[in-house]
């Protein structure tokens, strides 16, 4: 027993030192040597991989390796948006509130309490006030007007050009969407009654407010395949109607003449 396990140990560490000595011989016939005297060695299949010494000679073998590839434009090219008209962008900072226009003395205080009174610290929401005011005396009747038909498409103009200007700020903003879509539709059909009833009023409002009246279309139904096909059922069942009393009126009009001819035999003497 103790001679069979001296032999079979035998045989291993001569099985490791021939793979060591081709080791070593692969690797010597293989090497090159670089610059700074370090030796790289190709790794061969059935060994370990031979790790330089320095990082630089490593950084150049991941680059050697990498493959160029073409840059793919996943990211969409930034369209800047073009600026919208303000319908503010005209009123003075040095004009008054709404509420100090009619104090006298507003104008004489020093210039910290004239920018409190003046539009130059006023919200938005107050801007918005005087210019729904501005509006409005353009379009009035007289100065306790306020109420008209005027009065009211002077308010919807100031509401509908402050929501366009929201809504080309923040494009996904449904609920203000639709309210502005409620007011054009509103102001739509006020001007469509002043144009029928005081044209002379209506062309002042479109003039005053810069409102482009466009006409509405004849026919609002959004064109399907069952509406098209049932239009043009419709127009050949009357196309065939129209025949069919066209010749009935033909036939009478043959039997009239037939009886009137007869009428004037029997009275004409034989």
Same mark, same amino acid.
């Given at each position: 027993?103790?001679?069979?396990?001296?032999?079979?140990?035998?045989?291993?560490?001569?099985?490791?030192?021939?793979?060591?000595?081709?080791?070593?011989?692969?690797?010597?016939?293989?090497?090159?040597?670089?610059?700074?005297?370090?030796?790289?060695?190709?790794?061969?299949?059935?060994?370990?991989?031979?790790?330089?010494?320095?990082?630089?000679?490593?950084?150049?073998?991941?680059?050697?390796?990498?493959?160029?590839?073409?840059?793919?434009?996943?990211?969409?090219?930034?369209?800047?948006?073009?600026?919208?008209?303000? &319908?503010?962008? !005209? @009123?003075?900072?040095? /004009? *008054?509130?709404? =509420?100090? +226009?009619?104090?006298?003395?507003?104008? &004489?205080?020093? !210039? @910290?309490?004239?920018? /409190? *009174?003046?539009? =130059?610290? +006023?919200?938005?929401?107050?801007?918005?006030?005087?210019?729904?005011?501005?509006?409005?005396?353009?379009?009035?009747?007289?100065?306790?007007?306020?109420?008209?038909?005027?009065?009211?498409?002077?308010?919807?103009?100031?509401?509908?050009?402050?929501?366009?200007?929201?809504?080309?700020?923040?494009?996904?903003?449904?609920?203000?969407?639709?309210?502005?879509?409620?007011?054009?539709?509103?102001?739509?059909?006020?001007?469509?009654?002043?144009?029928?009833?005081?044209?002379?009023?209506?062309?002042?409002?479109?003039?005053?407010?810069?409102?482009?009246?466009?006409?509405?279309?004849?026919?609002?139904?959004?064109?399907?395949?069952?509406?098209?096909?049932?239009?043009?059922?419709?127009?050949?069942?009357?196309?065939?109607?129209?025949?069919?009393?066209?010749?009935?009126?033909?036939?009478?009009?043959?039997?009239?003449?037939?009886?009137?001819?007869?009428?004037?035999?029997?009275?004409?003497?034989?």
């Amino acid at each position: 027993m103790i001679l069979r396990r001296a032999f079979s140990s035998a045989l291993c560490l001569g099985e490791w030192s021939t793979a060591i000595s081709s080791f070593t011989r692969n690797s010597s016939v293989l090497a090159t040597k670089h610059g700074s005297g370090s030796v790289i060695a190709r790794p061969l299949s059935g060994f370990c991989h031979y790790r330089s010494n320095s990082k630089e000679e490593q950084k150049e073998k991941r680059n050697k390796s990498l493959t160029v590839q073409a840059v793919r434009c996943y990211a969409r090219p930034i369209r800047k948006k073009q600026d919208f008209p303000s &319908q503010l962008a !005209d @009123l003075p900072p040095s /004009l *008054l509130k709404k =509420e100090y +226009a009619g104090i006298q003395c507003a104008n &004489q205080t020093d !210039d @910290l309490v004239k920018k /409190l *009174l003046t539009l =130059e610290l +006023a919200s938005h929401k107050e801007k918005l006030k005087i210019k729904t005011e501005q509006m409005i005396d353009m379009v009035r009747r007289n100065p306790t007007d306020n109420g008209s038909t005027e009065v009211q498409v002077a308010t919807l103009t100031v509401n509908i050009r402050n929501l366009q200007e929201h809504l080309h700020k923040h494009p996904k903003d449904k609920s203000n969407k639709r309210r502005m879509l409620m007011a054009i539709d509103r102001r739509k059909k006020l001007l469509k009654y002043l144009r029928r009833t005081r044209y002379d009023l209506f062309e002042n409002v479109c003039k005053q407010l810069g409102i482009t009246y466009t006409f509405p279309l004849e026919y609002y139904r959004k064109a399907t395949r069952r509406w098209a096909a049932k239009k043009a059922l419709c127009i050949k069942v009357f196309n065939e109607v129209r025949k069919q009393r066209l010749a009935e009126r033909l036939r009478q009009k043959e039997a009239e003449a037939v009886k009137q001819e007869s009428a004037a035999k029997e009275e004409s003497p034989v």
